[in-house]
């Protein structure tokens, strides 16, 4: 399985910004889509941006112009920089990774960064 590790959340003012980081970890699997995801609180899980293993991208319309995310193959890694934050930003971050393995494909989840946006 494949194990992902979120980080560089925390407390930014509005208009200020953040780099989030995944770090995926584990053996003999290449890395596909890649997608982070935010929720806050009472709020539904929500889709923030898709990068494919060709570094295409794709972003919310409620981020699309604030956020861009690249990824590093070599490093297994995924790093959103998000410019311009809000307080609608706020909430918990999440990775998710698709993988491939010789055999198939799998994906996983990492246990979120908090990201707090105050006004």
């Known amino acids: 399985q494949v194990q992902l590790a979120e980080s560089g959340g925390g407390l930014v003012q509005a208009g200020g910004s953040l780099r989030l980081y995944c770090a995926a970890s584990?053996?003999?699997?290449?890395?596909?889509?890649m997608v982070w995801y935010r929720q806050a609180p009472a709020k539904q899980r929500e889709l923030v941006a898709t990068?494919?293993?060709?570094?295409?991208?794709n972003y919310a319309y409620s981020v699309k112009c604030r956020f861009t995310i690249s990824r590093d193959n070599a490093k297994r890694t995924v790093s959103p920089q998000m410019n311009s934050l809000r307080p609608e930003d706020t909430a918990v971050y999440y990775c998710?990774?698709?993988?491939?393995?010789?055999?198939?494909?799998?994906?996983?989840w990492g246990q979120g960064t908090q990201v707090t946006v105050s006004s």
């Open positions: 998710n990774a698709n993988v491939r393995y010789s055999s198939g494909f799998a994906s996983g």
């Open positions: 990068i494919t293993s060709g570094s295409s991208t």
């Open positions: 584990g053996s003999c699997f290449s890395l596909n889509d």
